[in-house]
């Protein structure tokens, strides 16, 4: 069975930083897409980062430099380090897998790509 199981999510003041994780498990992690994701009310879920199995990984224009996207395949964790947060990174964030018979060659933003999400954890940044 499949699980993803964010945390790591909390309050912090702007110029703050915080490191989300997203622990996996039941099935191989080392091969799949992974990414971040996140949503506040009444708004669509957008691609924060994302992360393919060599490595490569894509950011939205508004985290670049401020975020960054790892995982480590020995723990079948992804992470998210957000430094220097804004009020406007404040949102629900919520890992995701693409899971296939393929291994994962290019890093995916698109939220439709993905066939697995974990329940998100929450994030506020206050100015």
């Known amino acids: 069975q499949v699980q993803l199981v964010e945390s790591g999510g909390g309050s912090v003041q702007a110029g703050g930083s915080l490191r989300l994780s997203c622990a996996a498990s039941?099935?191989?992690?080392?091969?799949?897409?992974m990414g971040w994701f996140r949503q506040t009310p009444g708004r669509e879920r957008e691609g924060v980062a994302a992360l393919d199995s060599y490595g490569g990984t894509t950011y939205a224009d508004s985290v670049k430099g401020r975020f960054t996207i790892s995982r480590d395949n020995a723990k079948n964790t992804l992470y998210l380090q957000m430094n220097t947060l804004k009020p406007e990174d404040t949102a629900m964030y919520y890992c995701?897998?693409?899971?296939?018979?393929?291994?994962?060659?290019?890093?995916?933003?698109?939220?439709?790509?993905?066939?697995?999400w974990g329940q998100g954890t929450q994030v506020t940044v206050s100015s």
């Open positions: 995701a897998a693409k899971i296939e018979i393929w291994r994962c060659a290019e890093p995916l933003m698109t939220k439709n790509e993905y066939n697995y």
């Open positions: 039941g099935y191989t992690f080392s091969r799949t897409c």
